[in-house]
């Protein structure tokens, strides 16, 4: 049972928006940055967004983070088939002393 | 460019321990966290634990009593120990550099899969 509660999946078609929610508590996302993570089948987890709503460099800007009290969502517009993946959010959690990771949510291309 | 790059056996038998180590190249340890997260096949992203560069560490507390990580700056490595390895231990392991401590992971290594069998 993960820390971080995400929707199992989403799906939209291409062109499309999309938003996944996470959400925590007091002890993590309430009181520390959020982070979000995309994962391509087969490969390593990639940062798309830190502290809340940055973006590192190379992430394009169709990939967007917000956090409001203990949830947290991360906004993909003009989807597109490449974006097929599992997505993450992560925290550090105060009461645990540990980072969390939400369950993922699986984002389908219609 | 920074890489990490995770090495160590890929077949460990039950009761035993894993050692893992990870290689930073591009960049140096110093002044950073960094990370052990596995994933069982099929399911999600486990934070093992965090050593920082001057030795400091914190750990997942289901994993905590069997963890222990360790750093040699002096060879831009770090590395992972696991006890009393399991079935439920079989995972892909991967090691990750944290930005500013707790703000997201922003390198990864490529994962390395340790299998738990007799």
């Known amino acids: 049972q993960s820390v971080l509660t995400q929707p199992p999946s989403v799906s939209a078609a291409p062109g499309q928006k999309v938003t996944i929610s996470c959400s925590g508590s007091?002890?993590?996302?309430?009181?520390?940055?959020v982070s979000w993570y995309q994962q391509l089948p087969g490969t390593a987890p990639k940062l798309l967004i830190y502290?809340?709503?940055r973006r590192p460099s190379g992430i394009p800007d169709r990939f967007s983070g917000s956090k409001s009290g203990t949830s947290a969502t991360l906004g993909i517009t003009g989807l597109q088939t490449g974006d097929e993946a599992d997505y993450y959010c992560?925290?550090?959690?105060?009461?645990?002393?540990?980072?969390?990771f939400g369950a993922g949510t699986k984002i389908t291309v219609l | 460019q920074v890489q990490l790059q995770e090495s160590g056996p890929g077949l460990v038998k039950p009761s035993e321990t894993l050692s893992l180590t990870c290689t930073v190249s591009g960049g140096s340890t110093s002044s950073y966290f960094w990370s052990w997260i596995r994933q069982p096949a099929g399911k999600g992203l486990e934070w093992i634990g965090r050593i920082y560069s001057s030795g400091g560490t914190n750990y997942n507390p289901s994993l905590k009593s069997r963890v222990t990580l360790s750093a040699d700056t002096s060879k831009n490595q770090f590395s992972l120990k696991l006890t009393s390895m399991t079935a439920a231990d079989t995972a892909v392991y991967y090691c990750a550099r944290g930005v500013g401590g707790a703000r997201g992971f922003d390198y990864w290594g490529h994962g390395t899969l340790v299998t738990v069998s007799s």
């Open positions: 007091s002890s993590n996302i309430g009181n520390s940055y």
């Open positions: 992560g925290t550090w959690d105060t009461s645990l002393s540990a980072y969390v």
């Open positions: 502290d809340n709503n």
